[in-house]
């Protein structure tokens, strides 16, 4: 077993009240870490270490400083990619060729962050008054606090921590519980970096409690929060009644629509990794298809050939394709989802139950034809590894039917009609569209949700914008300031 302590204001602490807990391997089902079990009281001194830096040495470093130590920290990530995959794997049962990709990813986000830092630049602001001098600086907004889910913790942490860097802010992050240890592997990391004390505090727990006192704390200006839209809604009611500011990253239910005249070895290759990659447990999870009748059969069929042939096993071994459900209530809900889509007239075309071989957590690959765009599983986030099929013979019904969920995260339109593969993207409700491609994020590329997959933006130069405030400086140039109670 390891055993982690919480990162506060530069020094590695035990809960104020003792407590620990275990996260498991979902592989193996068995404890691996112990963490500590951290309550409001850690959040006051997490927020207090984090006010301390914005107010020290951190909040006076100028953004080519925050850049020298950002690059600093990229290459030592680089150093341990490797390593943190390991830690993100067996924490979450993610399979180590996506985790690697990941943590390999993460200096990317430092330093083109980095590249933002020293470019923070205000503007002068003609004045209607030619004795005014006028421009404004981007401030930090203060201190920060995240909250991430359990699918990608490290990178989605860095999708904050990289551009909140660049502004200035210090952060107070609060890991989910099912997967605590990899913001604490970062923590090491930043000290080693150089960072002053306080600039990302740590704080693990298992209760709902921990969250919502992170993001009630009036000491926090902005909650950063990646999760559910259920969870999403709470946050930004909690943030509200103290008046900070929010990002939020909530689910999806996204659409592929595949057009006839598409290239299907292409569509077939993008729809099985974007619902089976990460077994589904991605926002952006491509679990709609939206199929024109003509090659509906199709391609139901050669997508089953293709979910028929996928390898799941342990998440460690770079041969599996497919790992298990992150946790038992994650597998039960997959369970639940189709057992009801079967109960409402769906039929199962490939998968449907458990891994019959590896048990445990694992559940098979399943494509779900059959399904209509009012149906449960049509409409609501699965968030495992499950396909829904649904038909269509016109261009505006595709997009009606894509469009007809709550969500507004990804959408992929796959066609080779070039005016058609655009006019269709413009229409789609989404914050992402990728065309004949599927899942691609990079940091320079702004990402995020509308309606209930949330709002604000994350990578690109804007996402540094979220965490700062406009300050409007006037100088007057004349000095003839007068007195406002005397006439004349
Ligand atoms: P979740 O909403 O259950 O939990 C997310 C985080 O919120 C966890 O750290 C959890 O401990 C914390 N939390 C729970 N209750 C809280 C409360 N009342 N106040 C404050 N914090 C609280 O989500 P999850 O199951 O961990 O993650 C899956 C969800 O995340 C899915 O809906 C998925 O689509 C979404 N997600 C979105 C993105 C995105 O970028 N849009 C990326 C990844 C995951």
Redesign the pocket.
């Known amino acids: 077993m390891k055993r982690y302590q919480l990162h506060i204001g530069g020094q590695w602490c035990e809960a104020a009240g003792g407590a620990r807990f275990d996260t498991a391997n979902p592989f193996t089902g068995q404890a691996w870490a112990s963490v500590p079990d951290a309550g409001a009281e850690d959040v006051d001194r997490a927020v207090a270490a984090a006010t301390s830096a914005m107010d020290g040495e951190w909040g006076r470093a100028t953004g080519f400083e925050r850049a020298r130590l950002m690059r600093r920290l990229a290459g030592i990530l680089e150093r341990d990619a490797a390593d943190l995959a390991v830690l993100e794997s067996t924490d979450n049962g993610k399979l180590i060729r996506e985790t690697s990709g990941q943590t390999a990813a993460l200096p990317e986000w430092l330093r083109y962050f980095a590249g933002v830092a020293d470019k923070l630049q205000g503007e002068v602001i003609p004045a209607q008054n030619p004795d005014f001098f006028i421009y404004t600086r981007h401030e930090p907004v203060g201190v920060v606090g995240a ?6 913790p490290l990178s ?1 942490l860095m999708w904050k921590f990289a551009p909140l860097l660049a502004a200035g802010c210090a952060l107070v992050v ?4 099912y997967t605590p240890v990899t913001a604490l592997a970062l923590a090491e990391r930043v000290a080693e970096a150089g960072f002053p004390p306080g600039v990302l505090n740590v704080v693990t727990g298992r209760s ?1 409690g921990l ?2 006192a992170l ?1 009630a704390h009036p000491g926090v200006a902005q909650v950063a929060f ?3 839209p259920e ?1 999403g809604v ?2 930004a009611q ?1 943030a509200a009644a103290h008046l900070a500011r929010t990002t939020l ?4 239910k996204s659409a592929q629509v595949v057009f006839p005249d598409a290239d299907l070895d292409a569509a077939v290759n993008g729809v099985i990794a974007g619902i089976f990659a990460a077994s589904g447990q991605t ?1 952006v999870a491509g679990s709609r298809l939206v199929v024109h009748e003509d090659v509906h059969e199709e391609l139901t069929d050669r997508l089953v050939a293709r979910a028929r042939e996928i390898k799941l096993g342990d998440p460690l071994d770079a041969a599996s394709e497919m790992g298990p459900m992150a946790n038992e209530n994650q597998w039960k809900t997959v369970a639940g989802f189709v057992e009801r889509a079967l109960a409402d007239g769906a039929r199962i075309a490939y998968g449907g139950a458990g891994d019959p071989v590896l048990g445990g957590l694992f559940y098979q690959p399943t494509i779900v034809t059959g399904v209509r765009a009012d149906m449960e599983i049509a409409q609501e ?1 699965i ?1 495992g590894p499950v396909l829904s099929v649904l038909r269509f013979t016109g261009e505006d019904e595709a997009v009606t039917i894509a469009n007809s969920t709550r969500f507004g ?1 990804g959408a992929g339109v796959w066609t080779t009609d070039v005016r058609r593969a655009h006019r269709v993207a413009h229409r789609l409700r989404a914050g992402n569209v990728w065309i004949n491609a599927y899942r691609m994020v990079a940091p320079n590329v702004p990402f995020g ?1 509308s309606g209930h ?2 709002w604000g933006r994350e990578s690109g130069v804007d996402a540094v914008r979220e965490y700062t405030s406009t300050k409007a400086v006037w100088v007057d140039l004349a000095g003839n300031t007068r007195d406002p109670f005397r006439l004349g």
């Open positions: 909250i991430v889910p359990w699918n990608s989605l609060k890991p989910s519980e709902a969250g919502r993001v990646t999760g559910s969870v709470k946050v909690g990253e909530l689910g999806g926002c986030e968030f995260l949700g997959s949330g």
